[in-house]
């Protein structure tokens, strides 16, 4: 369980009524939802799944919001990236996304970051958060991501998605396994097709960026079973889910 200061949180009469829903709830509570305002968590990206993620972790009442994307919306985005909207075209993601946080959550801190995630940045990045959350599309950015979230010891909410199916777990949280215990080393370059190359089902981030907004708030409040050392797999055409067994490598 993560170890969350809540000492110094407090919720206004406008938050009380806002998040009215959690408090009934005896897993959340006063204290649960004091624990998702001093939560902190850093999104690595805002497309198909980081924008559900980030909508839905606004809307829970997650604190402080950190989102890092260089890129710009465009057009083709549209059709899953659901944070986004027409006006928003030719402009930074990272804004975009913020704008619409704010707008579902006031009392949400964004820290935006309009720049790519490297090695020479990524353990200042993180180290100013409890949760890092991997929306990425591309495997040196996932390894990288993983490697971080490792020598920085910070869960790691992993998804992935490609045209009709998708898949999440939780990387490197309670000694449990990382991304290079699933995969030791990337495929051979245009191996795997991206979602620009390949198509991807509009509906299917949303699915999976849930999933990861779920695990995120759970791994916060320190309750349920998170799916570290499960790999959760979905097909969205025979609306199926299964799972595999997920353990560490001895030899890592």
């Given amino acids: 369980m993560l170890n969350l200061d809540t000492s110094q949180v407090s919720l206004s009469r ?15 509570g006063l204290e649960g939802q004091k624990r998702l305002k001093a939560g902190k968590v850093l999104c690595i990206g ?22 890092v994307d260089f890129d710009v919306v465009d057009v083709s985005n549209l059709q899953r990236q659901v944070i986004h909207g027409t ?16 707008e579902i959550n006031p009392h949400c ?3 935006v970051y309009n720049t790519a995630l490297k090695a020479h940045n990524a353990l200042e990045l993180f180290a100013n958060y ?18 971080a979230c490792v020598l920085t010891g910070k869960p790691n909410v992993y998804g992935s998605i490609f045209r009709f199916e998708g898949q999440a777990t939780v990387f490197n949280y309670e000694d449990g396994p990382n991304y290079r215990d699933l995969y030791p080393e990337p495929p051979p370059p245009g191996l795997v097709p991206s ?3 390949g198509g991807v089902l509009g509906i299917l981030p949303g699915i999976i960026g849930v999933i990861q907004a ?5 791994i916060l409040l320190g309750v349920g079973t998170t799916l570290s050392g499960r790999l959760l797999l979905y097909d969205a055409l025979n609306m199926s889910f299964r799972e595999l067994k997920l353990r560490k490598n001895p030899a890592t």
């Fill in 14 to 28: 406008e938050e009380m009524e806002r998040f009215s829903r959690h408090l009934i709830l005896p897993e959340v």
């Fill in 46 to 67: 805002t497309g198909g799944l980081g924008s559900p993620l980030l909508l839905y972790l606004a809307a829970a009442g997650v604190g402080r919001i950190g989102i």
């Fill in 87 to 102: 006006s928003w075209v030719g402009k930074p993601k990272v804004e975009s996304a913020k704008n619409r946080i704010l």
């Fill in 109 to 111: 801190q964004v820290d």
């Fill in 130 to 147: 409890d949760v890092i959350v991997d929306g990425t599309d591309n495997f040196p950015t996932r390894y990288l991501v993983n490697d």
């Fill in 195 to 197: 979602c620009a190359e």
């Fill in 214 to 218: 779920t695990e995120t708030v759970k």
